[in-house]
Nanobody, 127 residues
C-alpha cells in the first residue's frame, strides 16, 4: 500500500519556479511508474508528466514540455516536479499518483490507470 504526500506548492510570480515533492511512506515506490496531474477550478483533472519506475523514461503534456521536469529518487522514495517559467494557466492543485500495476513498460497518461493518489498541493501563479 502506498501513502503519497505532496509538498512544495505555493504562490509564485509568472516566470518563476517551484519544485514539488511527493514522498511515499511505503516500501514499494521503486516498483511503480509515477505521474503528476493537476486540476484547476471548474476543470477536469489533467495529465502533466509521468516517469517510469527506474527514472529512465519520461513523458510530458504539450502544455508543460520544456518548462517542467519530472524526476525521482528511489533511494528516498521521492518523486519531484521542477516547474520553471510558470504561467497563470499553471494554477491548479497538483497531485502525484502511482500506476495501479507494477513494472509496466509503456507509460500511461490516463488517470484511471493510477491507483494511489496524494492529497494534492496548491500551486498559484500570479500574473
Amino acid at each position: 500500500q502506498m501513502h503519497l504526500v505532496e509538498s512544495g506548492g505555493g504562490l509564485a510570480p509568472a516566470g518563476g519556479s517551484l519544485r514539488l515533492s511527493c514522498v511515499d511512506s511505503g516500501r514499494t515506490f521503486s516498483n511503480y511508474n509515477m505521474g503528476w496531474f493537476r486540476q484547476a477550478p471548474g476543470k477536469e483533472r489533467e495529465f502533466v508528466a509521468t516517469i517510469n519506475w527506474s527514472g529512465g523514461t519520461t513523458y510530458y503534456a504539450d502544455s508543460v514540455k520544456g518548462r517542467f521536469t519530472i524526476s525521482r529518487d528511489n533511494a528516498k522514495n521521492t518523486l519531484y516536479l521542477q516547474m520553471n517559467d510558470l504561467k497563470p494557466d499553471d494554477t491548479a492543485i497538483y497531485y502525484c499518483a502511482a500506476e495501479r500495476r507494477i513494472g509496466m513498460v509503456v507509460l500511461t497518461t490516463t488517470p484511471s490507470n493510477f491507483g494511489s493518489w496524494g492529497q494534492g498541493t496548491q500551486v498559484t501563479v500570479a500574473s
